[in-house]
Nanobody, 123 residues
């Protein structure tokens, strides 16, 4: 059974940085597409960044140049380095995984989800 556990969220002032981690276990597929999503109160869940099996990365326009997604295959861990944080980055952040993805930033593409970690950015 696939389990995804996020950590690293917290409260930070605008301009600060946080690094989110997502530890994966029980994944037996030969390919994996992983992504970070976020959802603010009253808003839809949106794709932030994704990384495919071949290492290809994708980012939402709103985070390009500020966020970096990476993966440590030996540790089965996904990361999201978030720099120059803004108040509008405040949301619950979720890790997601699936054997295949196409667009990679669509929530509909992922079958496995973590419970989320809260990120709050104050001005």
């Amino acid at each position: 059974q696939v389990q995804l556990v996020e950590s690293g969220g917290g409260s930070v002032q605008a301009g600060g940085s946080l690094r989110l981690s997502c530890a994966a276990s029980g994944y037996t597929y030969s390919t994996i597409c992983m992504g970070w999503f976020r959802q603010a109160p009253g808003k839809e869940r949106e794709g932030v960044a994704a990384i495919e099996s071949d290492g290809t990365t994708k980012y939402a326009d709103s985070v390009k140049g500020r966020f970096t997604i990476s993966k440590d295959n030996a540790k089965n861990t996904l990361y999201l380095q978030m720099n120059s944080l803004k108040p509008e980055d405040t949301a619950m952040y979720y890790c997601a995984a699936d054997p295949l993805c196409d667009y990679a930033l669509g929530a509909y593409e992922y079958n496995y989800w973590g419970q989320g970690t809260q990120v709050t950015v104050s001005s």
